[in-house]
């Protein structure tokens, strides 16, 4: 008796597992009557799975789980409620071999009538709601967040905002009235930094904050902060915390953890058609005993091209009022062969200091290199240089809107009767734009050495190609442009370079890219002559986006000469 009730209790379990795993199907589904809604905004509403449109085998039929079904009704009609569709109707048939069809007849949907604004402030920008167009929720929502965003960002706290949407059922109409008071600017508080424990200076956390005490409120400004205290690297959890409704003085506690997972280290490989493969390793210390400082070591290695480099990173070093000053330390030794006409080790030392403020970096410091190269003598330099930058970008990672601007100068020192004496600048100016998915980027640089007294060696003169230049030619195989398809293996006294691209989306992270680069650098010795060919080459490429950037793979041919060419790995964007 005892065995027949065990047999019957396992066999009345394995029944409700099979019906629970038949349950959980995946059903093909379908839908019919939708007509401004569209059929993928359905399928990902109710989380369906679809075969990848490369995946060319698999029939193209979307799929969900069988336990779902008994929901998606009410959940189609609710969406469609959100939507403006009140009067919905959702029906579906029952479950055959062809799986499940959903029959939606979404009739009259709610229109806006009328928007009332009452305000003293300007504020339709904000406003993502459209006379005649059809009421969504999401929108009201969205405008409501976006008017609160909009004073927030000009200091406005202490606001009245109403807003209401009267729908009429009968009449199909939804009229909106927003009545806003726009109230009195407010301005930060006290600024205090808190943690449990910390080992980084209450200067170097309210060094990267973009306001103080006492000016006016910005929810920019607060973001902005948090991009820069992030950059440094230190924390594994940083917070801001502010009331910015209730007082027109609002104090903010910068609360943080600091990073407990202080060394990582990453290897790569790259490949590109003039150096072939390289090996990468990069290591770093961050927070570095304590105050949020850095250390690191980078190696590159392959048949064209060895390079070694430390990294010493300090924020804050010196205080100025409010002005601070970062410190940065980089010492390496670099090999390279069969790239030019000559072959070179360099060994250098540069430091500077710097500052960062909002959207702008400027800074100096000093150089010292000893150039040996190749068939001819070592070159030993000191050079005092600044550098000017100005970011516009909306991401320093994948930007898809903004500008961004650097200037770079050095000047070498009159040390002695043979060293060289020099002034060399360089300007970059990129500037991308999206419109509708596809992006829009260009970047020129410009370049100008005046040489004063001796020589300069051959290779602080300007090059070109590569990933980040004319990408029909390997890395600096570009020289005097005096042929449009065969330029010259010397280096230039200028540079000009612009390049354009347009990215669009292929299919979720993957996009396609087309481009054009143009390249011409003068011989000339006088300033402001260019006078030689252009180097004009076109290509195309893949994109792969990732938190970290863009994996890209380009290929570029001279459009004069299409034996010209190049293929390009590389990992982040150009512009």
Known sequence: ???????????????????????????????????????????????????????????????????????????????????????????????????????????????????????????????????????????????????????????????????????????????????????????????????????????????????????????????????????????????????????????????????????????????????????????????????????????????????????????????????????QNSVGYQEEQNIHNFDEKVAYDRFYLHHTESNWLHGMGFGIENREISDDRAFFLIYPFIKIIYDRRDSKVNPMEGIYFSHEMEYGLPYSPDSTTYLKYTDELRAIYTLSEITLSAVGRFGVIEVYDNRLPESKKFFAGGAFSNRAYGYQRIGITNSATKPSELGGMSMTNLSMEVNFPLYKSLHFGVFSDNTMISGSEKVWEFSEEIVRSAGFGFRYMTPVGPFKLDFGFNIADYSENAVHFQIGQSF
């Open 1 to 327: 008796m005892k065995k027949t009730i065990t047999t019957l209790l396992l066999l009345f379990v394995l029944s409700l597992w099979l019906e629970a795993k038949n349950k959980d199907q995946p059903i093909v589904i379908t839908f019919d009557g939708n007509k401004l809604i569209g059929t993928s905004e359905l399928e990902e509403l109710v989380t369906a799975e679809k075969p990848s449109r490369f995946a060319f085998w698999k029939e193209k039929k979307s799929t969900i789980n069988a336990l779902l079904i008994p929901k998606l009704d009410e959940l189609l009609t609710l969406y469609y409620q959100k939507e403006g569709f009140y009067d919905v109707n959702v029906t579906h048939d029952p479950i055959d071999e062809a799986g499940i069809h959903f029959h939606i007849q979404e009739n009259r949907y709610i229109k806006i009538a009328t928007i009332t604004i009452q305000s003293d402030v300007e504020i339709k920008e904000a406003v993502k709601l459209k006379k005649g167009k059809r009421f969504r929720a999401a929108d009201f929502s969205d405008t409501k967040s976006e008017i609160r965003k909009l004073l927030l960002n000009q200091g406005r706290c202490l606001y009245k905002l109403d807003t209401k949407a009267y729908v009429d059922l009968e009449k199909y109409r939804a009229d909106i009235v927003i009545t806003l008071d726009k109230g009195d600017y407010c301005h930060f508080g006290e600024v205090t930094a808190s943690s449990d424990e910390s080992s980084i200076d209450d200067d170097v956390i309210f060094s990267r904050l973009h306001f103080k005490k006492g000016d006016r409120f910005s929810l920019e400004k607060i973001k902005e902060s948090y991009e820069s205290l992030y950059a440094l690297e230190a924390f594994d959890n940083l917070h801001m915390v502010y009331q910015a409704k209730y007082s027109d003085i609002i104090p903010v506690d910068v609360r943080f953890k600091e990073l407990k997972h202080q060394q990582h280290s990453r290897v790569g490989v790259g490949y590109a058609t003039d150096l072939k493969f390289q090996a990468k390793y990069h290591w770093e210390y961050r927070n570095f005993y304590g105050g949020a400082r850095k250390l690191a070591f980078d190696l590159l290695y392959s048949d064209k091209q060895k390079w070694i480099e430390n990294n010493f990173f300090n924020p804050a070093l010196l205080e100025i009022g409010d002005y601070h000053l970062d410190f």
